[in-house]
């Protein structure tokens, strides 16, 4: 299974770790979505609510993928 790091942003931006057999960038940042978790940081713990889908970040059309796998084959 393939490692990638998704970008996803709503108010705020965070990055998502996916392991997954689907190579197709738009559906890997679907699953990105899915299992995105907020964590505030603590300046704004205290008064921190998501209310807006997370979605992904775009480059051209495609969303901003980068593959872990090819990071830890060129170490």
């Known amino acids: 299974m393939a490692k990638y790091r998704v970008t996803l942003s709503t108010h705020a931006s965070t ?5 997954t057999d689907v190579t197709d960038p738009h559906q890997i940042a679907a699953l990105a979505a899915e299992q ?7 300046h704004c713990e205290t008064d921190f609510t998501v209310g ?3 979605k992904p970040v775009l ?3 495609i969303p ?3 593959s872990l796998d090819q990071k830890e084959d060129q170490s």
């Open 15 to 19: 990055t998502v770790d996916i392991e």
């Open 52 to 54: 807006d889908d997370w």
């Open 64 to 66: 901003a993928i980068t």
């Open 59 to 61: 480059v051209d059309g």
């Open 36 to 42: 995105a978790d907020a964590v505030p940081c603590h």
